[in-house]
């Protein structure tokens, strides 16, 4: 039996997007952030449709950047996790990417490793995360000493990444600006401080760059409010089909373990969908699918490749009938939110097995 299970990704979606995050930062520059292959919606296929609109785009590794070179992009690219070693950086010179520095031993390896041609440099400063970035106490020599290497472009952009912004109000990411503002305050440079969630709820945090990951994939990360919510529209559509429908009697369990135990006598579809494909298996019992665009609880387990739902509501359902596990007209926060999760982890951890499709329609 083949499938059927795809992952349709809205490439007219990915560009709406793009133009939502331009409205709410109409005088920054924008970061499009690709990393994780654009969140699991496909690097170079996210690239390609956001190019007349991107910036610059933000990787994490070099290899993200080798293949955003080998299909023709000549955008500034940025690995926001920098450089490791010398061959790293070599490489990193060779495709003619920017590169984060973050520690101490980024910092030695510039200074040790010398080339003809100026490589731009995108200073971070941690200003309360504690994951990347150096002490603010060390900023300025840092950037002293980066200034003084002739094979570092004199023009180094000021980073800081926020650890809260998606909390409205936090005083955290209050400080976290005050901090980085106090720091860089006599230094030259652009600055870049939001990321999608500041991007929404921290508009004087805008400066001269937004870094937008989630918000162009049509993904809130804002507790309560999805992306629909905030005007943009799901990049991502998680489709497969019912394979099964079968009559079980009350009283009867259904699945491994047998969580669930039938109320009534009932029908359950079966659908081909399950932790095989990235499907989440910790959803909550009666985590919503849409079986031909209506309602249907999930029931009892997520297994491998098979997940059941309740068909009460759906006399008419059968088999074939498509199912949107998340997408249009069922946001992937809401699934992701039923998994203890956000909507980020669910469309990078798609497997191997998704088809990607994609779809360049109209949006309605
Ligand atoms: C991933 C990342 C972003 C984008 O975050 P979103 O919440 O997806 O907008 C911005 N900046 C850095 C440094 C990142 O690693």
Request: with cysteine; glycine share 12%.
């Amino acid at each position: 039996m083949s499938r059927g299970t795809q992952a349709i990704v809205h490439l007219q979606a990915l560009r709406h997007n793009l133009g939502v995050v331009r409205a709410h930062a109409a005088a920054s520059k924008v970061m499009a952030v690709v990393k994780a292959d654009g969140y699991g919606h496909g690097l170079e296929r996210v690239a390609r449709v956001l190019a007349d609109g991107a910036d610059a785009f933000g990787v994490a590794y070099t290899e993200d950047a080798r293949r955003l070179r080998d299909i023709g992009l000549d955008h500034r690219i940025v690995l926001l996790s920098g450089v490791i070693d010398p061959d790293d950086l070599a490489e990193v010179r060779r495709l003619d990417a920017e590169i984060v520095v973050h520690d101490p031993g980024q910092l030695a390896l510039l200074e040790c490793n010398g080339a003809s041609k100026p490589l731009k440099v995108w200073l971070k400063i941690d200003t309360g995360m504690h994951r990347l970035g150096f002490d603010p106490a060390e900023a300025r020599a840092v950037h002293a000493r980066l200034r003084a290497l002739p094979h570092v472009d004199p023009d180094i952009v000021l980073m800081t990444h926020f650890a809260s912004s998606d909390v409205a109000g936090d005083p955290r990411t209050r400080a976290q600006q005050a901090l980085f503002q106090r720091t860089v305050d006599a230094l030259p440079g652009a600055r870049t401080l939001a990321n999608s969630a500041a991007l929404l709820g921290w508009p004087d945090s805008h400066a001269d760059w937004v870094r937008a990951g989630g918000l162009l994939y049509g993904i809130s990360v804002i507790e309560g409010r999805t992306g629909s919510d905030l005007g943009l529209h799901p990049a991502m559509t998680l489709r497969s089909r019912l394979i099964a429908v079968k009559r079980v009697a009350r009283g009867e369990r259904v699945g491994y373990g047998g969580d669930f135990v039938c109320p009534d006598d009932m029908r359950i579809g079966v659908v081909a969908i399950g932790y095989g494909d990235g499907y989440p298996r910790h959803v909550a019992g009666g985590t919503q699918v849409l079986v031909n665009g209506q309602p249907a609880g999930i029931v009892g387990r997520v297994s491998m490749d098979l997940v059941s739902v309740d068909l009460r509501g759906q006399p008419e359902a059968r088999v074939g009938d498509p199912v949107v596990l998340w997408g249009r007209g069922l946001p992937v926060e809401t699934i992701a939110a039923q998994a203890g999760t956000i909507g980020y982890e669910l469309t990078c951890g798609m497997t191997r097995r998704v088809r990607f499709v994609e779809d360049d329609q109209p949006l309605d």
